[in-house]
């Protein structure tokens, strides 16, 4: 059964203060690592897809990468802006997204 | 244009009510998926319709009716639902066929609320 932990449950960083998120996963056969945003209330936004081992994507202050067991979403110099639950969902065979229990990130100002 | 719409923004309905969800795309994906999001915990998928024909239906009690009447369009239809139904109701679409066009895109979604 495929399997995706998220931590830290909660993070709180003062504005400027640069981190990561972690995403690790169990799965047989990934075809896929997907990161998303999602603001209360509203649908998922979609910020990353990682395919394989070693590779890396950046967008603006965020930059994803992908190892054999895991991800990290690092945010560099976040903005209060940049606060939301972000999501990381894995996909193995199929259509089927399995998906963590998601990290609350805050910024405070 | 990675835009997914979906109507009503909300909804408050009786329980021996019917009513339906909807939701559209133009992006030419051939892959649309309904989700159930409860408050603080990710989403979970209810059913997917891939070229219209539906694929997955993840045990969704018979009170849910999907229905996919085009490639662009895809509805929910809600009848006798339960107050524990009350959720924000997410739909998506994905291009479907190899790894680089899988990505699901989100709605907005439809904040349910059963009185």
């Known amino acids: 059964e495929d399997q995706v932990t998220q931590s830290p449950e909660a993070l709180r960083l003062q504005e400027g203060e640069s981190s990561s998120l972690n995403c690790s996963y169990t799965v047989s056969g990934l075809r896929g690592l997907f990161w998303y945003r999602q603001d209360p209330g509203k649908g998922p936004e979609f910020l990353f897809t990682?395919?394989?081992a070693g590779e890396e994507k950046e967008k603006e202050r965020l930059k994803a990468t992908l190892t054999k067991k895991e991800s990290f979403l690092h945010i560099t110099a976040p903005k209060p802006e940049d606060s939301a639950t972000y999501l990381c969902?894995?996909?193995?065979?199929?259509?089927?997204?399995?998906f963590g229990e998601g990290t609350q990130l805050t910024v405070n100002p | 244009d990675t835009e997914v719409t979906q109507t009503p923004k909300h909804l408050v309905m009786g329980m021996t009510n019917k009513k339906s969800l909807k939701c559209e795309q133009h992006m030419g994906h051939r892959a649309m998926y309904w989700y159930k999001q409860k408050a603080k915990k990710p989403p979970e998928l209810m059913f997917v319709?891939?070229?219209?024909?539906?694929?997955i239906n993840e045990s969704v009690p018979s009170r849910f009716s999907p229905e996919c009447p085009n490639s662009s369009l895809l509805n929910l239809h809600l009848h006798a639902l339960q107050p524990e139904d009350s959720a924000l109701y997410l739909c998506?679409?994905?291009?479907?066929?190899?790894?680089?066009?899988?990505?699901?895109?989100f709605g907005p979604g439809t904040r349910l609320t059963v009185l």
């Open positions: 319709y891939s070229y219209e024909k539906l694929s």
């Open positions: 998506a679409s994905s291009q479907e066929g190899t790894p680089s066009t899988d990505t699901q895109y």
């Open positions: 969902a894995v996909q193995a065979g199929g259509s089927r997204l399995t």
């Open positions: 990682l395919y394989s």
